[in-house]
């Protein structure tokens, strides 16, 4: 009788690896937000998560990286890679609208705006400017590359007609931050219900405004 064929199984400690990184991420993000990057020490990260502070090394090797991918790890939650990839036969409309409801409200969250209060202290004059130069380019400079993919197949595809494509995509994204952002950055939202309609509101009239600008003549 031949011997039934093994399963491939997952080595023993990479599902306790995996909660364990995870752990770290949503305790840096909850310290980050609060304490800004010199005011979080790896220490209450690993605290925070329940591990030791090896098994944070071990995991992002130093604060720099670990605060990277906190930042990467809250935009990829909410705005996928695959969120900008235009299939053929797709609109680019309903495609615009998806992205600006979902960023708007990305950009405008209670976490997202501790996130720019703690990074714009961190920045201050005798500060390091390499914290906000990671938001940066894992926040505003991946969403510009996404967005710019995008318009650019949208122009070949014939849905939208733009001469400037990096000009028209950083216009977009200023349409959807509107005067929302710096709202609730200063606390100036009166009624959080109210608000979220604004946000939506607002997003859907950039991909209107946008279309008009740019939608084939004729």
Known sequence: MNASPKMKTQGPGRPKDMEKRAAILDAAKALFTQGGFAGTSMDAVAASAGVSKLTVY??????????????RAHVQERLPDDLFDFSPGADIRATL????SRY??????????????????DCQAGGNPRFGRLVWEEG???????????????????????????????????????????????????????????????????????????????
């Open 58 to 71: 071990s995991h992002f090797g130093d604060k720099d990286n670990l605060f990277r991918e906190v930042i």
């Open 97 to 100: 609208d998806n992205i600006a």
């Open 104 to 121: 708007a409200q990305m950009e405008t969250n209670i976490e997202s705006v501790g996130t720019f209060r703690a990074i714009l202290s």
């Open 140 to 218: 505003p400079v991946r969403m510009h590359k996404l967005m710019s993919r995008l318009v650019s197949d949208a122009v070949e595809r014939g849905q939208l007609e733009v001469s400037d494509i990096s000009r028209a995509t950083t216009q977009f994204l200023a349409l959807l931050k509107g005067d929302l952002l710096i709202r609730r950055l200063f606390g100036c939202e009166d009624c959080a219900v109210q608000f979220a309609e604004e946000v939506k509101t607002n997003a859907l009239a950039a991909v209107e405004m946008f279309m008009r600008a740019y939608a084939p003549r004729g």
